[in-house]
């Protein structure tokens, strides 16, 4: 049986790779086609307004990823390059302004707790980031509709969060044949970001998925999850020991590798990574070398295309929520 592997022009072998390398493009695709669907059911055009207030190369190709999205599907998309000390005030027209239907911000801005300010400006009915504290709390206690008992109205989760959730989903890592909610049981996944935007509200969302989950900074190691047998009803968080957990004795055992490190100087340790894992990479910066490749089953080396669905996803699902809300107010209005 001839061999699947190429001699180089050197006489060697090049190892080929066993796993596969899957675009976002194409995990996009169904979500693509949901939103095509979505916005044909409407009778208006919705308008989504980015706000840039910063020099980031990686925030502005975001930005312009988003505006060819929405333009080539018909959403409106308005971009707004504006001095971060005159932001608020843009952000609370935004809120006050009936033709706009979505807001986001392309963060960071001033890099501190004044972006949590911001973040909390932006009104829940046009939060299509889902950055604000309401849709925080709920999704670090794991509370997944905003009407309870009726649960009609969907909370909105962090788009680079959810879209990893959907990654997930595509690649096969949740299990369909266990009950909703714990669809991760048994899995164990490192994240190397620990960002109040990203790592640990994805940290929450996989460890309430049933996950076991370490998450990685430059400080320490903590794990979430709803313990061993999943009887908690949302994740609890504990700080490792770091004599006892270090990434070379917890990267082995892990199924899934999840890496958000905005530098380009940053490589995860490949030689770590077990034979068979999933491997996501969400920063804009590429934190693994091509020999991740022979290690992987599954390798995703960006994800934007899939976070940019999941942007547009939520401003329909707001659109929704409030038609909902407009609904029984006007039917409590007729009964009163």
Not at 22 to 28: G, N, R
Not at 55 to 65: E, G, L, S, T
Not at 107 to 132: A, C, M, R
Request: proline share 5%.
């Amino acid at each position: 049986m001839a061999s699947s592997q190429q001699p180089t022009t050197t006489g060697s072998v090049t190892p080929k790779p066993a796993g596969r390398t899957i675009l976002a493009s194409t995990i996009a695709k169904p979500y693509i086609e949901e939103i095509t669907a979505g916005l044909q059911k409407l009778d208006f055009q919705p308008k989504l307004v980015g706000f840039l207030a910063n020099d980031d190369p990686a925030a502005k190709m975001y930005a312009n990823w988003t505006g060819k999205t929405c333009e080539s599907l018909g959403f409106k998309y308005d971009l707004i390059e504006v001095d971060k000390n005159e932001l608020e005030s843009a952000l609370i027209n935004a809120n006050n302004d009936d033709n706009v239907n979505g807001i986001m911000v392309y963060f960071p801005v001033f890099g501190d707790n004044q972006d949590q300010y911001l973040q909390q400006l932006i009104s829940t009915e046009k939060d299509v980031e889902g950055l604000n504290f309401m849709y925080y709390h709920n999704l670090y206690h794991n509370v997944r509709f905003l009407d309870p008992p009726t649960n009609e109205q969907k909370s909105i989760l962090p788009c680079t969060p959810l879209a990893m959730v959907k990654i997930l989903e595509y690649l096969s890592v949740y299990n369909k044949i266990l009950h909703y909610g714990n669809r991760l049981y048994g899995k164990k996944v490192l994240i190397v970001n620990r960002s109040e935007i990203v790592g640990r509200p994805l940290a929450a969302l996989l460890a309430n998925d049933g996950a076991t989950v370490y998450s990685v900074d430059i400080h320490n190691i903590q794990r979430f999850t709803r313990g061993d047998d999943l009887s908690a009803q949302r994740h609890k968080v504990i700080d490792l020991d770091p004599k006892e957990y270090t990434l070379e004795s917890i990267v082995p055992d892990c199924d899934v590798i999840i890496t958000g490190v905005p530098s380009e100087n940053y490589k995860f340790p490949s030689e770590l990574v077990k034979h068979g894992s999933v491997v996501i990479n969400f920063s804009s910066s590429k934190n693994f070398n091509d020999d991740i490749k022979l290690k992987a089953a599954l390798y995703v080396p960006s994800i934007g295309k899939v976070t940019i669905s999941m942007l547009l996803r939520n401003l329909l699902r707001l659109i929704e929520n409030k038609k909902i809300r407009l609904a029984r107010e006007a039917e409590a209005s007729k009964t009163a």
